[in-house]
């Protein structure tokens, strides 16, 4: 299979501090990887592309420094929430594109995501 | 920007009943995914098509890719309890970036 996993799975946060979320391809390697914040009874929205070895992409009215995306090895991206506030509560899902050999069938597979919630 | 428009944005039905949603979008799409999505859980994959015109089955469930590429259905045939979730959509225009849906909540009653 393709497992992806996510840590920490939730976690709670006084307002101001940073919080760091890790992504991991659990059996396979991911030269890309993808971060998305959902929140409540909405789609997943996009924010940032990670490539490894190379500066993160990142959305239109994403704010780079606030969001700050490390992808230091083929099978591990981390997301750091710097200076969170209530409005950053949020559930924050990664993904991993496992590469086919052919980009119109490489797929994405989603971790389980990380439930923030700021104080 | 893109954005995939699906309906309806939720149904409630019954056991054994048939569901079918649809997915469209204002500009064409390479590829057209169906996800599934419980709650507290990231969305697991369903269904990839490739092609337009495309009809893939995974079990009960049946998707096609629109021949003008701006849409797909997914079926659900016989649901059951389990069948229960958000299910969405998602494509790719014509980079990396996979766009989602608005997803569909379905309920389903025994």
């Known amino acids: 299979g393709a497992v992806v996993s996510q840590h920490p799975s939730r976690v709670i946060c006084k307002s101001g501090t940073s919080v760091k979320i890790e992504c991991r391809s659990l059996?396979?390697?991911?030269?890309?990887m993808f971060w998305y914040r959902q929140f409540p009874k909405q789609s997943l929205m996009l924010m940032a592309t990670s490539n490894e070895g190379s500066k993160a992409t990142y959305e239109q009215g994403v704010e780079k420094d606030k969001f700050l995306i490390n992808h230091a090895s083929l099978t591990l991206s981390t997301l750091t929430v710097t200076s969170a506030h209530p409005e950053d509560s949020s559930f924050y899902i990664c993904?991993?594109?496992?590469?086919?050999?052919?980009?119109?069938?490489?797929?994405?597979?989603f971790g389980p995501g990380t439930r923030l919630t700021v104080l | 920007g893109q954005q995939l428009n699906q309906s309806p944005q939720s149904m409630f039905i019954q056991e054994g009943e048939d569901v079918s949603m649809n997915c469209t979008s204002s500009s064409i799409f390479n590829t057209w995914l169906w996800y599934k999505q419980e709650p507290g859980e990231g969305p697991v994959l369903l269904i990839a098509?490739?092609?337009?015109?495309e009809l893939t089955s995974n079990g009960r469930l049946t998707a096609q890719f629109g021949i003008t590429r701006k849409d797909s259905f997914l079926n659900i045939s016989a649901s059951i309890p389990s069948d229960v979730g958000i299910y969405f959509c998602?494509?790719?225009?014509?980079?990396?970036?996979?766009?989602f849906g608005t997803g569909t909540r379905l309920q389903v009653f025994p």
């Open positions: 998602a494509g790719h225009p014509d980079t990396d970036k996979l766009i």
């Open positions: 059996d396979f390697q991911a030269t890309t």
């Open positions: 993904s991993a594109r496992r590469l086919a050999g052919h980009s119109s069938t490489d797929t994405q597979y």
């Open positions: 098509l490739y092609k337009a015109g």
